[in-house]
């Protein structure tokens, strides 16, 4: 019912920044909570931010939390990630997600691809 196209990942330097969009099908993106995961090769798929559906509330894991912001633009049905003061260890695909919830941290139905986040000097 639902599919998720991630872009705007990319090769960065530490410090630098980037921001990463989510455009969801369907007419009825307010109905949904949304979330960032991410996963760097040989680990989990570990929870990066999440959002409720009307954009009032957000959640941060603590690695990225004063770093990285969620938003949304129901209008446009698109969430964004803007990633600021990257890190090396920020390096990982990217994954938009989507709950039937209102608002949700670890209850996701729907997925994006994946997009790829490289941060290296």
């Known amino acids: 019912q639902v599919q998720l196209v991630e872009s705007g990942g990319g090769l960065v330097q530490p410090g630098g920044s980037l921001r990463l969009s989510c455009a969801a099908s369907?007419?009825?993106?307010?109905?949904?909570?949304m979330g960032w995961f991410r996963q760097a090769p040989g680990k989990e798929r570990e929870f990066v931010a999440a959002?409720?559906?009307?954009?009032?509330?957000?959640s941060y894991a603590g690695s990225v939390e004063g770093r990285f912001t969620i938003s949304r633009d129901n209008a446009k049905n698109t969430v964004y990630l803007q990633m600021n003061s990257l890190k090396p260890e920020d390096t990982a695909v990217y994954y938009c997600?989507?709950?039937?919830?209102?608002?949700?941290?670890?209850?996701?139905?729907?997925w994006g691809q994946g997009t790829q986040v490289t941060v290296s000097s």
């Open positions: 997600a989507g709950s039937v919830f209102l608002f949700s941290k670890d209850v996701y139905n729907y």
């Open positions: 369907g007419r009825t993106f307010s109905n949904y909570g």
């Open positions: 959002i409720d559906n009307y954009g009032a509330t957000t």
